[in-house]
């Protein structure tokens, strides 16, 4: 398994041709106490860089933008009783939903964690 | 400093400007952003538990950024008239060492700022006889200029621009000042008295932007940074950042100037007609009288109501409202998540047939259907200390 990283902050953990994705430790650093996750439902056809989730803390609301293109197979049910979450797992149980890519080859222009790691140091 | 004091030199970008308390809060962890033309700290540990802590203790703000002015004329001429030419308060029956929320209002009744006017008594720090006026940063240099244009010559105005100004708020606020400053627990809500501490003067008001008791302390900013040191030495108090501060004052149900007033809003129809003095109105001697007296009279086409929202989802500033056609006839002005209601509220104008407290009302935001309620504000009771 392999996990990339946008610019937007987002990660994808990619098995096969399965995607998990949520927002990285960072991005939950900087919004603060979470207090709801609108997550996308299944049937949804996302497009790379298009809205797919919102996610609200208590002072603004942040889109978060699909990393690659695909259906979505499964918004996490956890975060609709328990948006902190996010805050407490942004990269392991606070994930936001789960694609099908369509388009596998998109991965390569995202970082890994190493690039990924290096760019929010500059931030 | 001017207007043109914000443009720098090399073109027409405003700089944004640093408060005496800049480097304090950068070293205790404050996310700065830009407000009013400041760099201002947002939140220092999150805005959720900023915010709860102020409910249960107490939150130190700075709101330097706020404008402080003094009102003086010489030779006795009517200053307390001069200010009922464009406030609707009643400044003449204001006592020494009594504070009242006014509006500055426009020619038509619409509102350019709200504000805090006080009766300086003898005995101040300013060395002034007059009034002391709190306004907002964000409009303070456009109220200045008003306020040079429509009062009368013989009125000086004194823009404090080297004060700086500490809101102390929360439950045990009394306890953390009085420690300090022992004679506060004398005065009651919306009394202001001089202080000293360490020898330093200070202009101490019992009244805030939280719901909570507490206080608003004016001080030379030469000193601030000690006094601020010292509050936050006590065990009640931590510094409180601009998030949880928009959190407070909206479950209090306190508009916030550009957001929920602005001058195309009449007092009315804010739902501040208690800004509206009785004498005033019976002289119906304030700028747009005719108007808002007519309103008040008949009541207001749109008002300022508060809403809970359904579910968990906030609905935030610029949401519309709906009619039940889904015709948009209104607009959230505020909105976010309450932490001490755990749930999301909102301020919004709404036609009179919808103010109605229980009105259940749809609202729209980015395509999306919401739900609310009319309910009666504050949404979290105000805990004054009178």
Known sequence: MSRYFTEDHEWVDVEGDTGTVGISEFAQGQLGDIVFVDVPEAGKALTKGGDAAVVESVKAASDVYAPVSGTVTEGNPALADNPALVNEDAEGQGWFFKLTLSDPSELSSLMDETAYAAFVAKQ | ?386
Request: with cysteine; proline share 6%.
């Open chain 2, 1 to 386: 400093m001017s207007e043109a004091d914000l443009i720098d030199d090399t073109g027409e970008e405003p700089a944004i400007l640093s408060l005496p308390l800049d480097a304090w809060h950068r070293a205790r962890g404050g996310r700065m952003v830009e407000f009013a033309g400041y760099h201002m700290p947002v939140q220092y540990e999150g805005v959720m538990p900023e915010h709860l802590w102020v409910r249960d203790s107490a939150g130190l703000f700075d709101v330097s950024h706020m404008g402080q002015l003094l009102f003086r004329t010489e030779d006795g001429a009517d200053l307390d008239g001069a200010l009922e030419s464009v406030l609707p308060g009643d400044i003449a029956g204001l006592k020494p060492g009594r504070q009242r929320y006014s509006l500055l209002l426009a020619e038509d009744g619409g509102i350019l700022d709200d504000l805090m006017v006080t009766r300086l008594p003898d005995e101040n720090p300013f060395d002034v006889q007059g009034l002391y006026m709190v306004v907002n940063g964000a409009t303070k240099f456009d109220d200045i200029a008003y306020f040079l244009d429509k009062l009368p010559e013989d009125v000086l105005i004194n823009h404090m621009e080297d004060q700086a100004l500490l809101a102390l708020q929360g439950p045990k606020a009394v306890d953390a000042l009085a420690r300090l400053v022992p004679g506060v627990r004398d005065l009651v809500f919306m009394t202001a008295a001089p202080f000293e501490w360490d020898g330093k003067p200070l202009w101490i008001g019992r009244s805030g932007y939280t719901g909570e008791d507490g206080f608003e302390i004016s001080i030379d900013g030469e000193y601030v940074e000690a006094l601020a040191d010292a509050l936050c030495a006590q065990p009640e108090v931590k510094p409180i950042g601009l998030g949880a501060r928009d959190s407070l004052r909206l479950e209090a149900g306190l508009p916030l100037y550009g957001h929920d007033l602005d001058e195309t809003i009449t007092p009315v129809v804010a739902d501040l007609g208690f800004a509206l003095s009785k004498r005033r109105r019976e002289e119906a001697s304030f700028p747009g009288a005719t108007r808002i007296l007519a309103e008040r009279e008949g009541g207001p086409a749109v008002k300022r109501v508060g809403l809970r929202v359904e579910g968990r989802q906030p609905v935030r500033e610029g949401a519309a409202v709906l009619d039940a056609a889904g015709g948009e006839v209104g607009r959230v002005t505020s909105g976010g998540f309450a932490p001490s209601l755990n749930a999301p509220i909102a301020m919004a104008y709404v036609p009179a047939a919808l103010a109605a407290t229980g009105t259940r009302i749809q609202l729209s935001q980015r395509g999306k259907v919401h739900h609310a309620t009319v309910t009666a504000m504050p949404f979290v009771p105000h805990r004054y200390v009178r």
